[in-house]
């Protein structure tokens, strides 16, 4: 866990970066910090592992004052990923990865072995280790950065606008792999981004900053979209919250109808049962039929195939097999966010992040 | 043609075939004096350049004392040496050093703060210490500019070296003083002629060394153009 009591930086020229910050990051989860450009947010990341040192306050790593450790070693110790990502051109990505593990004084057949294992994990194909850094794409140099930071295991993983410099499709990508990393790995993510929907899509703990890193709102992303602070970080969170929040809640919870006929039209299936589109009152096919797979949707997703279904109905398909198992109308849809809704309300922990949906489609 | 006749009549002089006078232990000379200027310049300014580039302190002190030093006229520098130092290695070392240095100071500090700062932070940040910084990943991306500056500076204490004969001592400018001196046109001539030779065979020598220096990618962008290009 990490822990800044009144932390600040206040530069010698005067100006302010920091005021003084108390924030808690709970240890196993993800929290990010957004905000606009000059709300301080990179140097409240950069008070962690020593890169920025508070002029008052401290920030406690485990209990421990991180002021009271040696710089390098606790830099070893905490995965830093930066926007360019930052490998060393003049080194093979897989040297690149085991640069800690080499710093950790492993056998170079060790730390590779490892920084193979790392490619895997961060999906690029195990012929990347032998490449340099200038050979590959911007999203696969972040990737690089992220299996660097990641090698020698630490707890801690820091980053700082890590996928701001890619395009959206990749963006959306490495997000995912985040995603699915943390479901696997739990480290204590901190995560600095100025863009929201990066925060309400990676965030177990939405912190939203204003000038001189004060706290406007510190959240789950569910209460921030559904229930902002004040005028400032609704104007920060901009049109559509509503539709938005969707995205966040996991479709599980629809209740499905048949696969009956609803205003004329029907369900055409293909002999496995998948749905091939719907036949219209005039008896013209129109297909495919739009559908979505409950278990690992988000209701924003399920919506949007009601809303593009000539029907009005969304087919809910097995993930595995894409069978069809149900229907689901606007409506039906709905009154699930309704009750999800509840749901969420009735949990007020620090940590309510719960509706993470990783195959979650958003705005 | 008449300079043909003098290159011919200075290599086939016999006091040049062999002896104190002879070409190749005057080259030997000159190239010892070279060597010995561009260690002890190495020894003093790449170090200096390498911590003033990476703290970025003193940067301004750099460019005051390069420009300083770079108008300091060889001659005068000689002539005081004699006077300080008596005539010795020494005399004609101390020029030749003072001339080479702000070079390679300059290369050195401008390669270090040239290294990409993401790179920088990305090193320091993932917990290599100051010192591995500089070393890991500031001098790799330096030393393109490094050698260059060693390059400069080589042509330069190659074609300045020839004082030491301003002064008694030996190397290619004795060909050229005795040669003015003795109206000996010939060993003039050859005399400069193998300076110019050997400036521009250090020039070449280096080509290869900065090329390989680059960064794996600069290296490859570098492979398609022409020698003359990369010079």
Redesign the interface.
Known sequence: MIRFEGAAKRHPDGTVAVEGLDLEVPAGRTTVLVGPSGCGKTTIL?MV?R?VTPTAGRVLLDGADVAGLDA??????IG?V?????????RRVLDNIA??PY?LGWDRKRARARAAEMLELVGLPPETGRR????LSGGQQQRV?VA??LAADPPVL?MDEPFSAVDPVVRAGLQEELLRLQAELHKTVLFVTHDIDEAVRLGDQVVVLRDHGHIAQRADPHTLLTSPADQDVTAFLGPGRGLRGLGLVPATGVELDGLGRADGWELALDAEGRPTGWTGPDGQLQGPAPVFVPARDSLHAALDAAVLSPSGLAVAVDAETGRAVGTVSRAGILGALAAGAAAAGTSTGTSAGTAKVPGGRQP | MNWLDWISAFVNDPAHRSGPDSIVHRVGEHLAFTGEALLWASLLAIPAGLLIGYTGRGAFAVTALAGTARALPTLGLVTLAVLLAKISDLTVLIPLVALAAPSLLVAAAEGVRGTDPQVRDAALGTGLTHRQVLFRVCLPAALPTLLAGLRTATVQVIATATVAAYVGLGGLGRYVIDGLATKNYPTTVGGALLVVLLAVGAQLLFAPLIRYSLPPGARAQRRSLTPKESL
């Open positions: 950069r592992n890169m390098a070693k606790l830099r070893r110790g830093y930066i926007q360019q990502a930052g490998l060393f051109p003049q640069t800690v710093l340099y850094p200038f050979q950065g660097r930071a820091l």
